[in-house]
């Protein structure tokens, strides 16, 4: 790890995009440019003498890998490739520096060419909009820190002291700052992280610190990190949705003022927008600039777009604060959660990067996803030994490889108004424990995974006549009950030990592999006891330590995020989950959309898809089998239906998409997302191309009938422009059910058809003609 002292402007490149920032003076850090690539501005041709000498400097790699301070100030001559000083040392120019010469100069200049006026009846000095805007400086927007000591401090005025930048040596194109700086008057203490990681997102975090020695305490009402976004950016793109109808799409104009997503659920929440998107008029998944925010973060949290009559544009976010939930006593500090900004031209660049970034981390799921059969549709509160063995002999005869016992397992947990917190096997069903169980799917081949709902609590239940000052309360009532459930406060030291204790010895007990940990409430008056303080954030905070644990005693489990399907879905779950359950909903026609919007910050591995009933649970509505199976084929496969109940040929059609799908998952777990912008709302195009674009697979999905007939050119977006393919229908996906008296030419020839990439993205195949809620596949190999 390489570090320097940087003031200035400072240039951050990633494929694609940069991040310039505005580091000069005192005050906090300008966004001057976030988006496009502005490409390599410091190359200006060979012979070119500059000046390289800067305290600015940015530590960068030499040719003996170490920063050449001393040769800083003599003048270099540009080679077209590097840096060549008077004693011919060569050093590689830093990709993102601040420094004297033509690169200073060229930053200047920006700085310059989008300098805002003085206007009439406004500041006599232009207002900078800083990554933490402060009112002192003239912003009259939302402000970044709110808060107050005693109703006095209100307002921050923060001096840089330092800023520093690191370049990781494994990660060659990760570059960070770190800005500390002080408020002497207000005696708080600031730290700005941000980050521009190698997949193109902006990552950025801050951490407030009460300097005062004294008796009062500051009391932290908010803290919100932007990025600005650019006049151009005119319509705004949000989900929202609720239990099993979630991530549903909602656009509008950019108007001037200010579009508030707040969360106040105590968990992410079905409605939540996963990304608070701004973009050019008409932006789609191919086509736009688009600048859109993450908030990593499971508890409350808010999201905004704003924009003044001054001309400023911005998204922001943060956590939301419940009244005096932070409170800082001489000394602490607060850290935010991570909010990460994405940029790209079309929807499907701007999320690539997430997953990009998602499949970078160390510990992310890299052994292929098991195909997984969860008993909850099957059986629901209705277990015993005989059925389940026969359900897993069934998984096993399909090619699944993990079972998974959902709820009614435990103490008392004969329907949903009891037992919830006495997590002891219930000896009632389960005379000799769950071993039977686990050593009959064992026996099969298949993992074992058990359903955990650990942060709630029935009043119905042991654990809650013992210990009713466990649960959250603001005092003198409990809190309408959701689920006939209560939510035990897990900032009790001894509701967490109890917790962990139980966990870990069921894990350690059966060799669990897999846990399904659910949270199917809201947190309404979430307090903590006896005081009745407000608790979202140290439930929050709690949990993850929690998990994280668990998973320290447990490195090879896996835990799966379900919170009422798709409620407790952000990059802060993620850090310590290894997938979501996308929706409790799993109609394939509404998981269509579900898992074509959370695919907008997750890649598909980590979206749980399973093929459900016939008839769907949710919904009563009946589905063929490929397009139940053809629409979980785009994530981590399972299966939710009893299969005991379904016959032969059902299970051997289920056994060639489970086949299909473990020959297709190297491909569809690491390749690149794309979406065609198909003009025909009825007829939704969506793929995976591989890494080095030698292979794609493609769905053609009728997700309703359409006007037109038949149905017209399809393009396929993402392959090389310039290789060839061989395209044509794949199999188990290759039944092209509809009105039609025959299909498209090339859909019947054993070869398919062979053609370009461009060709493929600018003219497209023809479709063939299905009838509502069916899908084909299509899959393109190169020549």
């Not at 830093?94 to 989008?114: N, S």
């Not at 980050?195 to 300097?211: C, M």
């Not at 799917?441 to 298949?446: F, I, P, T």
Request: hydrophobic share 35%; charged share 25%.
């Amino acid at each position: 790890m390489q570090t320097g002292a940087a003031r200035g402007h400072l240039h951050l490149r990633a494929p694609g995009t940069s991040l310039v920032l505005d580091c000069t003076g005192d005050r906090l850090p300008r966004v001057l440019h976030w988006g496009d690539d502005l490409g390599d501005i410091a190359a200006t041709g060979p012979g070119r003498v500059l000046e390289v000498a800067s305290s600015a400097h940015r530590a960068g790699p030499t040719a003996s890998g170490a920063c050449d301070r001393k040769a800083e100030d003599q003048p270099r001559r540009w080679t077209g490739r590097t840096w060549m000083t008077p004693t011919t040392q060569r050093a590689r120019v830093p990709d993102a520096v601040g420094q004297t010469g033509l690169l200073k100069h060229a930053l200047a200049e920006l700085a310059t060419a989008g300098a805002a006026r003085q206007m009439s009846n406004t500041l006599d000095l232009p207002v900078p909009l800083s990554l933490l805007p402060e009112h002192s400086a003239g912003w009259l927007g939302t402000p970044g820190l709110t808060g107050h000591r005693d109703g006095a401090d209100f307002s921050t005025a923060f001096t840089v002291r330092s800023i520093r930048t690191v370049r990781m040596p494994d990660l060659p194109d990760a570059h960070a700052l770190t800005v500390d700086a002080v408020d002497e008057h207000a005696r708080l203490g600031l730290v700005l992280e941000i980050e521009l990681t190698p997949s193109g997102l902006v990552r950025q975090r801050a951490t407030v610190t009460n300097r005062d020695t004294g008796e009062r305490p500051y009391v932290l009402d908010g803290l919100l990190l932007t990025l600005p976004v650019p006049a151009h950016a005119t319509e705004l793109l949000d989900l929202t949705g609720r239990h099993v109808r979630e991530r549903s799409p909602q656009r509008h104009e950019f108007t001037l003022g200010t579009h508030l997503r707040e969360n106040r659920r105590g968990r992410t929440g079905t409605d939540a927008t996963l990304l608070h998107l701004a973009g050019e008029r008409g932006f789609g998944f191919r086509t736009g600039q688009v600048w859109g925010l993450h908030v990593a973060w499971s508890g409350n949290h808010r999201t905004l777009a704003e924009r003044t009559p001054a001309g400023v544009s911005l998204l922001g976010g943060g956590e939301t604060l419940l009244p005096g939930e932070v409170l800082l006593t001489g000394g602490k500090s607060y850290t935010s959660p991570w909010i990460i900004g994405s940029y790209g031209h079309g929807l499907d660049e701007m999320a690539g990067r997430f997953h990009q970034q998602l499949r970078a981390r160390t510990h992310h799921p890299r052994r292929p996803r098991p195909v997984t059969l969860n008993t909850w549709e099957a059986v629901y509160f209705q277990q015993d030994l005989g059925r389940l063995t026969a359900l897993a002999d069934a998984a096993a005869e399909v090619g699944a490889e993990r079972f998974v016992l959902d709820d009614g397992w435990f103490k008392g947990r004969r329907h949903d108004r009891a037992g919830l917190g006495d997590w002891y096997v219930d000896e009632t069903v389960w005379p000799e424990g769950l071993r039977p169980l686990v050593d009959h799917v064992r026996s099969l081949g298949l993992e074992f995974g058990l359903w955990v709902e650990p942060e709630m609590v029935n009043p119905d239940s042991d654990l809650a006549r013992a210990h009713p000052e466990w649960i959250l309360a603001t005092g003198g009532r409990l809190p309408p009950e959701s689920r006939q459930q209560q939510v035990l406060d897990l900032g009790h030291a001894g509701a967490y030990d109890y917790l962990l204790e139980r966990l870990d010895a069921l894990v350690t007990e059966y060799d669990i592999d897999y846990l399904k940990w659910d949270h199917n409430r809201d947190l309404v008056e979430a307090g903590h006891s006896p005081t009745g303080a407000a608790g979202v954030h140290a439930q929050t905070s709690a949990a993850y330590r929690l998990l994280d644990e668990l998973r320290s005693r447990h490195p090879e489990l896996e835990i799966e995020s379900c919170s009422s399907g798709g409620g407790r879905i952000d990059l802060g779950i993620l850090e310590r989950t290894d997938r979501v359950w996308t929706s409790d909903c799993i109609d394939a026609l509404e998981r269509q959309q579900i898992q074509r919007w959370t695919g907008l910050l997750l890649p598909p591995e980590l979206l749980g898809a399973h093929v459900g009933s016939p008839v769907a649970h949710t919904t009563g509505r009946a589905h063929t089998l490929d397009f139940r199976a053809g629409t979980a084929l785009f994530g981590h496969f399972g299966v939710e239906w009893d299969l005991t109940a379904a016959d032969p040929a059902e299970r051997a059609r289920l056994a060639e998409w489970v086949t299909a799908y473990k020959e297709l998952r190297p491909l569809l777990h690491t390749g690149t997302v794309v979406h065609g912008d198909h003009p025909d709302p009825a007829l939704w195009v969506h793929g995976v191309v591989s890494p080095d674009r030698s292979r794609a697979l493609y769905a053609l999905v009728q997700t309703a009938t359409s006007v037109m007939s038949p149905a017209g050119q399809v393009r396929l977006p993402g392959l090389d422009a310039d290789a060839r393919y061989r395209v044509r229908p794949y199999r188990p996906g290759d039944r092209a059910e509809g009105p039609h008296r025959s299909d498209p030419l090339w859909w019947g020839q054993a070869d398919g058809v062979e053609l370009t990439g461009r060709m493929l993205a600018v003219a497209g195949v023809r479709a063939p003609t299905l009838f509502p809620e069916r899908l084909v596949l299509v899959e393109a190999r190169g020549l």
